[in-house]
């Protein structure tokens, strides 16, 4: 019995080949993912949304059998390569860095909104506010030194040090 046997082959898939194809297909997603690192999980960026979304959308075809089996894990594992080597050049060049993962954005500023990198990054007041809210627990911008708008999407915001205050 050879592996072809055992996952089967479209049109002819049985149920258990396709539960098959699913659980090797998870085994295969675990390794690949693990292999990619932890921060393909852990960072948000798009740069880091991208490798799951191509390996979802390339995997899923190994286990419906939209495509061949092989060339289909192959295909991810080549995702997973490069996602690796775009992150090693990342961390050797800024330039590349950039513009594969992009920078944070100063929004806020010394009492002012920047409105123009506020309308560049799609961000509203009221976004700001929200976030000023929920992370610095204020109520006004008042209180607020600076916000970004991070590389992942999220604001992040530095409280105005207060007198008499410790880092």
Known sequence: MNLQ????????LTFLQVGIRGFVVFIIALALLRLAGRRAFGMGTAFDNVICMLLGAVLSRAVVGASPFMPTVTGAVVIVAFYRLFAWLSLKSHRFGK?????????????KMNREHMNHCLVTEKDLLERVHHEAHVDSLEDIDKAY?????????????KQGEKC
Do not use: Q, T
């Not at 046997?5 to 002819?12: H, K, L, Q, S, T």
């Not at 513009?99 to 009492?111: A, P, Q, T």
């Open 99 to 111: 513009l594969v993962k992009g920078e944070s954005e100063l929004i806020y500023e010394n009492g």
């Open 5 to 12: 046997d055992v996952i089967g082959e479209v049109p002819d």
């Open 149 to 161: 708008l991070e590389r992942d999407g999220a604001i992040s915001v530095i409280k105005k040090r």
